[in-house]
């Protein structure tokens, strides 16, 4: 079955505490990218990939890193997480960055404390 | 940078009557624009895209979007809503790399 998966799911962590949130697809998608959705805000761009080794920012990247060393996988990396961070994160993905339909993961609800 | 606005963060219509969600966006290039639906406690899914053919698109479960360039606007409609239509709409832009979504229509079906 086509699929993005992430995990964990959920999450519950501390202040200063690194965490990655894992992201998969087995589709052989080019464009990986990672959202943030808050309330009356709607999703936000945090990272995006083109391909493998190619990854740049979206609109709010503060605060986290990413890496694509692999084609299936765009992990999400939180090295120092703080309150405002606590959201929900969606991985999605792509064949292509223009036209072509992003499929989402599931979304991991992560609490930071 | 391209930005898209949402008017209505909650919208309620009758089962049976007509939906309609807005979506307008500002790109100084010709954009390619989507509209997506989220089911709760799921991923967004796609309900339908332009990307420069027909500014006519349809989609699935019945609804369709036109482009219209001079109003800069790519509204969501559905001529009869159903209760299964309840859920949150969003609709996003890009013209490059990057993806700017707007902040939601919550759709309300009332029986």
């Known amino acids: 079955e086509a699929q993005v998966t992430q995990n964990p799911r959920y999450l519950i962590t501390v202040t200063g505490k690194k965490l990655t949130v894992t992201c998969s697809q087995n589709m052989n998608h080019e464009y990986m990218s990672w959202y943030r959705q808050d309330p009356g805000l709607g999703l936000r761009q945090i990272y995006y990939?083109?391909?493998?080794?190619?990854?740049d920012k979206g609109d709010v990247p503060e605060g986290y890193k990413v890496s694509r060393k692999e084609k299936r996988n765009f992990p999400l990396i939180l090295e120092s997480p703080s309150p405002n961070q606590t959201s929900l994160y969606f991985c999605a993905s792509s064949l292509s960055w223009d036209k072509e339909t992003q499929y989402f993961g599931p979304g991991t609800r992560l609490l930071v404390l | 940078a391209q930005s898209v606005t949402q008017l209505g963060s909650h919208v309620s219509v009758s089962e049976g009557a007509l939906v309609l969600l807005r979506c307008n966006y500002s790109s100084s290039v010709p954009p390619y624009l989507f509209w997506y639906v989220q089911y709760p406690n799921q991923g967004l899914q796609l309900l339908l895209k332009?990307?420069?053919?027909?500014?006519l698109v349809k989609g699935i479960n019945g609804f369709e979007a036109e482009f219209k360039k001079s109003e800069t606007s790519f509204h969501l409609t559905k001529p009869s809503a159903h209760m299964s239509d309840a859920a949150e709409y969003f609709c996003a832009v890009t013209t490059g790399n990057q993806f700017y979504f707007g902040t939601g229509t919550s759709l309300t079906v009332i029986p």
């Open positions: 990939s083109m391909n493998v080794e190619v990854t």
């Open positions: 332009y990307t420069s053919a027909a500014t």
